[in-house]
């Protein structure tokens, strides 16, 4: 079982970078699949994108792709969202969640499937 604590949020003028951390406490962090999702006001959980625990894996949605990368260091328990060129329409509560994955990738960004979430932190893109 993982917890989950994401950090770095804030308010950005659109252009602007923000880096997301998502910090895992639990054993065997390496094993689990790690996504991050976005929620803004009046709109559904969207998957922004996710990394796999064997191979790293990544895939993205068509909305982030070219502008957004995830990566992972495994001995810091950690994955990391770095966000380039961002636009207003980015604003939203950030999630990071996680699912074990073993030996296989992993990699999803359907919401449903991820038992373990973080509690989100909020991206502001707006000048």
């Known amino acids: 079982q993982l917890q989950l604590v994401e950090s770095g949020g804030g308010l950005v003028q659109p252009g602007g970078s923000l880096r997301l951390s998502c910090v895992a406490s639990?054993?065997?962090?390496?094993?689990?699949?790690i996504s991050w999702f976005r929620q803004a006001p009046g709109k559904e959980r969207e998957g922004v994108t996710s990394?796999?625990?064997?191979?790293?894996?990544?895939i993205y949605s068509d909305s982030v792709k070219g502008r957004f990368t995830i990566s992972r260091d495994n001995a810091k328990n950690t994955v990391y969202l770095q966000m380039n060129t961002l636009k207003p329409e980015d604003t939203a509560v950030y999630y990071c969640?996680?699912?074990?994955?073993?030996?296989?990738?992993?990699?999803?960004?359907?919401?449903?499937?991820?038992?373990?979430w973080g509690q989100g932190t909020q991206v502001t893109v707006s000048s």
């Open positions: 969640a996680a699912r074990f994955a073993g030996v296989l990738a992993g990699t999803s960004l359907l919401a449903d499937i991820h038992p373990y």
């Open positions: 639990g054993s065997n962090f390496d094993l689990y699949a």
């Open positions: 990394i796999g625990s064997s191979d790293d894996t990544t």
